[in-house]
């Protein structure tokens, strides 16, 4: 096998294409409810918009259109992510190919990518703009090398796309290219690329790619901005200047160190004492890579000295810090490392990742019963929605609920309109005058929930409806869960006048 894939690296892509072939078919093995991303991106998949919420809309502009070619499915949502995923490793090798002479190394840092868990486990759980800046990272980079070697006035113009799509994928992903900028700065073999006539392409190219979901972000700065703020600042509320501070410098210590420690294992079980020696050696892609690194380090202490960030997650390093199995496999190759005995290991290490996760994120459903501690995947949206509709007569005009999970639900279970407070910027469908409207809402399956004051208010806001009937509460249980154990739902009907 090492044999046939120094002939013929590109094998490892047929692997990799069979990996998440597998996530597929165990996603699609596990109930048909929807974890939160997933039911987030289903429910604003009933629209194509320039703006959505706190999210830029790549990623939902791309699963609006698998679900409008394959319908609201599991199989949508599961076959864009790994879609998407399959593409990030194969940009990431045609990276690695640019800038390695060894076609071991290239194995070795594609494969890579296994060992970063926010990319291996966590994408694979539950993210999907995260899955997106992933790709547009990767997109980038391998734009960015190939120009920054062979200029072009399409490498301009594409490094120029990868940027404007990398922007509305997930905002913090402006971070990178200005770090890629600096880096390239301070390389005075690599600075005249920047000074090139050409340039100017790189920048329209990304202007006009941005501009449309740009002009909603200024028309609509606190919904696109709100959420996310309050994430990075959620643990400062309560804290002195020094004690954010503090807690900010913490938490992006311990993100850093989630993020790398695994794959810093890794490597090291693979090429042993060669990683040590290897640290100390330099190339001019090693250097390119540790500067941008480090402005990148440098933007995120600026983030908590200076915008009061305090809550930083490991997840969200992502795009940036993805380059460290290419950068270790850089400074191998610079120190001369011998990469037979690695490569075969990091095929061993690879198939063992590839078996656990998958297991994992599939087994933690059903095994969730020995514990009572439940998965998403576990509620049995289905069957409530599909008893819940079942006690009128009248299919509703719309369902009204209060989160965007529940609403993806139902979604997926029922051909309804599905509304949520504070998307009526997209048009409240209308509830003909024979037709019914129904409100359901959970809290935490507990039995008896109350009426959440957001939907109190939004109705109360809507004096046209009829009013709200009996409140019910129907209890059924877990997928895969132990006798007894029951998920709550609550839901009234507003019933027009016969």
């Known amino acids: 096998m090492i044999a046939a894939l120094r002939r013929q690296p590109e094998l490892i892509l047929l692997a990799l294409a069979a990996y998440f072939l597998l996530h597929v078919a165990a996603r699609l093995a596990l109930p048909a409810s929807l974890e939160l991303d997933e039911g987030q991106q289903l429910f604003l998949a009933q629209w194509l918009a320039v703006g959505y919420d706190t999210q830029p809309p790549f990623y939902n502009w791309l699963q609006w259109g698998v679900v409008e070619l394959l319908g609201p499915s599991v199989f949508s949502l599961t076959v864009l992510k790994n879609g998407m995923l399959l593409a990030s490793y194969i940009l990431y090798g045609l990276l ?38 992933i790709f547009a990272a990767c997109l980038f980079l391998c734009c960015l090398m190939r120009t920054l070697k062979a200029p072009s006035l399409a490498g301009y113009a594409l490094t120029g796309a990868a940027i404007g799509i990398g922007t509305i994928a997930k905002y913090n992903f402006v971070l990178l290219p200005a770090a890629a900028l600096a880096a390239v700065l301070v390389d005075p073999l690599l600075r005249r690329r920047v000074f ?44 002195t200047r020094i004690g954010q501070i503090a807690t900010g410098l913490g938490s992006l210590a311990l993100a850093l160190i989630g993020f790398a420690a695994l794959t810093l294992v890794l490597f090291a079980v693979m090429f ?86 998958p297991a994992v994120l599939f087994l933690r459903v059903p095994l969730a019963r020995l514990t009572g501690d439940y998965e998403k995947v576990n509620v049995p949206y289905g069957p ?115």
């Not at 390695?100 to 694979?124: C, H, M, N, W």
């Not at 920048?203 to 709100?226: K, Q």
């Not at 209308?430 to 409207?437: I, K, L, Q």
């Open 272 to 357: 042993g004492k060669d990683l040590a020696t290897a640290l100390r050696a330099q190339s001019q892609w090693t250097r390119f890579f540790e500067r941008m690194m480090g402005g990148l380090v440098l933007a995120l202490v600026c983030l908590v000295l200076f915008a009061g960030a305090s809550h930083i997650k490991d997840r969200w390093l992502a795009p940036f810090f993805l380059v460290l199995p290419l950068y270790l496999c850089l400074k191998l190759e610079a120190a001369g490392a011998e990469t037979e005995r690695p490569l075969r290991r990091s095929l061993w290490i690879a198939g063992i990742i590839a078996l656990i996760v």
């Open 96 to 133: 690695a190919a640019l800038v390695l002479r060894s076609r071991d190394l290239v194995v070795v840092a594609t494969l890579g990518l296994l060992t970063i868990p926010q990319i291996s486990f966590e994408a694979q759980r539950d993210l999907t703009h995260t899955v997106a800046v």
């Open 196 to 239: 090139d006539l050409r340039i100017v392409v790189t920048g329209l190219v990304a202007a006009l790619i941005v501009l449309p979901h740009g002009l909603w972000f200024l028309d609509n700065l606190d919904i696109a901005t709100g959420r996310t703020i309050g994430k990075l600042t959620a643990a400062a509320v309560h804290e």
């Open 384 to 498: 409530a929605i599909t008893a819940i509709l079942a006690t009128s007569a009248t299919p509703p005009g719309f369902v009204l609920v209060e989160d965007l999970q529940l609403a993806g639900n139902i979604r997926l279970h029922a051909d309804v309109p599905v509304m949520v407070p504070g998307y009526e910027r997209f048009g409240r469908p209308a509830a003909a005058s024979n037709r019914p409207v129904l409100v359901i809402w959970r809290e935490d399956g507990k039995a008896h929930p109350p009426m959440q004051q957001e939907l109190t208010d939004w109705l109360t806001a809507h004096p046209d409806l009829p009013p709200a009937g009996e409140t019910k509460d129907i209890g059924l249980p877990y997928h895969y869960g132990r006798d007894g154990d029951l998920y709550h739902f609550a839901y009234t009907w507003l019933m027009p006048s016969p």
